[in-house]
Each structure stands twice: as structure tokens, then as C-alpha cells.
């Protein structure tokens, strides 16, 4: 079973940074893609980037490519994003997820393909 924990979250002014982290616990080794997603109230869950973790392939939804970016360090078993000129629009909770199957481009950032996730970790931007 894999277990996830995010941190990081906060409040911030637009234009602002935050860093999120996820700590991935057991049996790791199973793991092959990670990724965050996010969930503003009322709106369905968002894919926002992914990595492929045998390869480091790095995959970004359009709506936050060149501002965010997905790190992971195998070392400390940990997932980072990498949150940059923040905009109210970008307020939701944000979640970490990892699975074990393969993917496609289509489905790397889709919710229904990653079986383990995080409680999540809300972000608030102010105008």
C-alpha cells in the first residue's frame, strides 16, 4: 500500500510562490508515475503535471506549463511542485497521486488513472 502526505499549501498574494511536498511511504518501489492534481469548489479534478519516474519524463497541462514545475527526489521518497506567479484562479486543494500501471499521453494527467492519493492541501491566492 502506498501512502501519500502533502504539505506546503498556504495562503499567498498573486503573484506570489509556493512549494508543495509529498512525502511517498511503502512500498515505493511499485510506483512508476506520480503526479498533482488539483480540485477548486464545485469544479471536477484538475491534472496538472505527472512524472514518469524511471525515465524523469515530464508532463505539464497547458494551463500550467512555464509557472509550475514537478520535481521528485528519490532519495527522500519525496514530490515537489514548484508553484510560481500564483493567481487567484489557482486556489483549490491540491492533491499528489502515484500508480503502477502503464499510461499514454491522453491518460497521465487523468484522475481515473492513479489509484493512491493524498488528503490534500489547500492553496488560497488573494488578489
Known amino acids: 500500500q502506498v501512502q501519500l502526505v502533502e504539505s506546503g499549501g498556504g495562503s499567498v498574494q498573486a503573484g506570489g510562490s509556493l512549494k508543495l511536498s509529498c512525502e511517498v511511504s511503502?512500498?515505493?518501489?511499485?510506483?512508476?508515475?506520480m503526479g498533482w492534481f488539483r480540485q477548486a469548489p464545485g469544479q471536477e479534478r484538475e491534472g496538472l503535471a505527472a512524472?514518469?519516474?524511471?525515465?524523469?519524463?515530464?508532463f505539464y497541462a497547458d494551463s500550467v506549463r512555464g509557472r509550475f514545475a514537478i520535481s521528485q527526489d528519490s532519495a527522500e521518497n519525496t514530490l515537489y511542485l514548484q508553484m510560481n506567479d500564483l493567481e487567484p484562479e489557482d486556489t483549490a486543494v491540491y492533491y499528489c497521486?502515484?500508480?503502477?500501471?502503464?499510461?499514454?499521453?491522453?491518460?497521465?494527467?487523468?484522475?481515473?488513472?492513479?489509484?493512491?492519493w493524498g488528503r490534500g492541501t489547500q492553496v488560497t491566492v488573494s488578489s
Open positions: 497521486a502515484a500508480d503502477s500501471r502503464p499510461k499514454s499521453m491522453e491518460s497521465i494527467l487523468r484522475e481515473t488513472d492513479y489509484d493512491y
Open positions: 511503502t512500498n515505493t518501489k511499485s510506483v512508476k508515475y
Open positions: 512524472i514518469y519516474i524511471p525515465f524523469r519524463n515530464i
